[in-house]
Each structure stands twice: as structure tokens, then as C-alpha cells.
């Protein structure tokens, strides 16, 4: 119950990650096209033996959590062979809505709020940039545009535009972090951004990636 973690074994091609994705999905709250919410269409098509006590097991759970799910392919997301851990950050930092373009910009996006600074930063950000920080921080400048709205925001700490971004020169967030650390991260995280939620996270292809060498 401390550390609930499932390992789904079978195969190849019996559907292991069609399975997990799907799931990681509905717990997600995904829905089709025409409303119908993914958990529901899932249901709809057990047709195996046990479908009613899947479709009790999935309700009972719905009432004892308030799901949020980071769904994602290791092989397909990782950096220069990086612990798993440490693209599971980036990849709860882009679901909770910090920058998925620079994880240098989204590890200080924290930092601002768990400080108290952020309603100032986002005030400063649209006055300074011209536009809202949820649009500036996906663009591919992110990083030059945080270390814009720093230089205005604290002038005495950050004498230039480029003076923040230039102080972390060959920072790579995330590397070496700590299981501890990037765990410490994004129970934070959820604190200010999906408060109450439990968070899932669905890694595929994790026997091919840590097996590839």
C-alpha cells in the first residue's frame, strides 16, 4: 500500500501496452470524440467471463480516488539514456502544466510557486512578453522568455534579459537527480496543481529500455 506499483507481463503482441496505455488513459478522464468517457467504452467491451467484477473493481476504485495519469513510451521520451525516474519528471511537470519545452523553465515554475511568486510572475510575464505565460512557455524561446520576465521581476538578482538563462548555462534538470528528489518534486507538484488527486503513472517498453545495452 506505501509504494503500489504493477508489473504487466506476457507475450509478444498480447497487448501489454494497448492494455496499460488504455487504462492510464481512462484514468485520466480521457474521452472519445463523441463524450463517451474512455472508462465507460473500455467496460463495454469486456466481454470475458469476469467483466462484471472489472466493472465493479473500476467503480469501487472511482470512489476511493480522484485519478490523474502520466501516460508515455520510456524509449520514445527519454534523453541520452536517462533514468526512468527522471523522464517521469518531465513528463508529470507537461501534464500538470508547467513548460514541456524547457524542464530547466518548469523545475523554476516551481520553485516561483511553492515561494509565493507566482501570481507576480504571470503578471509580469503577459506585460513584459506581450502575451499569457501558458502560451509563451510552450514556444521554443521558453527559456529565453523566462530569463526575460526574471530580469524584470527581480532586476537586482538578474541585471540582464539573458542574465537568468546565462547563469544556468549547461544545466541539464533532472540528471543526477535522486529517486528522492524527483519523487520530493512531484508531490509538490500535486500539492499546487491537482491537490486531492492520485497520481498514476503508466511507463511502457521498460524491459526494452533498460535491457538495450
Known amino acids: 500500500p506505501a509504494l503500489p506499483a504493477s508489473w504487466i507481463s506476457g507475450f509478444y503482441g498480447s497487448g501489454k501496452s ?18 463517451t468517457p474512455l472508462s465507460t467504452a473500455l467496460l463495454r467491451r469486456d466481454d470475458s467471463q469476469k467483466s462484471k467484477e472489472l466493472a465493479a473493481a473500476w467503480q469501487a476504485l472511482m470512489k476511493r480516488i480522484n485519478p490523474v495519469a502520466v501516460v508515455f513510451d520510456i524509449g520514445g521520451v527519454a534523453r541520452d539514456n536517462e533514468h526512468i525516474h527522471a523522464a ?33 510572475f504571470l503578471a509580469v510575464a503577459e506585460k513584459t512578453l506581450g502575451k499569457p505565460w501558458p ?5 521554443e524561446q521558453a527559456d529565453d522568455h523566462f530569463s526575460h ?7 537586482d538578482r ?21 529517486v528522492r528528489e524527483v519523487v520530493e518534486a512531484i508531490d509538490a507538484m500535486l500539492s499546487l496543481r491537482a491537490e ?11 524491459s526494452q529500455y533498460i535491457h538495450q545495452d
Open 135 to 139: 502560451i509563451a512557455k510552450e514556444e
Open 18 to 35: 494497448s492494455f496499460a496505455k488504455l487504462v492510464g488513459l481512462a484514468l485520466d478522464g480521457v474521452k472519445l470524440p463523441d463524450g
Open 196 to 206: 486531492g488527486k492520485t497520481l498514476f503513472l503508466v511507463v511502457d517498453e521498460v
Open 88 to 120: 517521469a519528471l518531465r513528463q508529470t511537470q507537461a501534464r500538470l502544466g508547467y513548460s514541456s519545452k524547457s524542464n530547466l523553465v518548469a523545475e523554476h515554475e516551481l520553485k516561483l510557486e511553492r515561494d509565493g511568486e507566482w501570481a507576480a
Open 149 to 155: 520576465v526574471m530580469n524584470v521581476l527581480h532586476p
Open 158 to 178: 538578474y541585471r540582464e534579459p539573458t542574465s537568468w538563462i546565462d547563469s544556468r548555462a549547461g544545466s541539464r534538470t533532472g540528471a543526477g537527480s535522486s
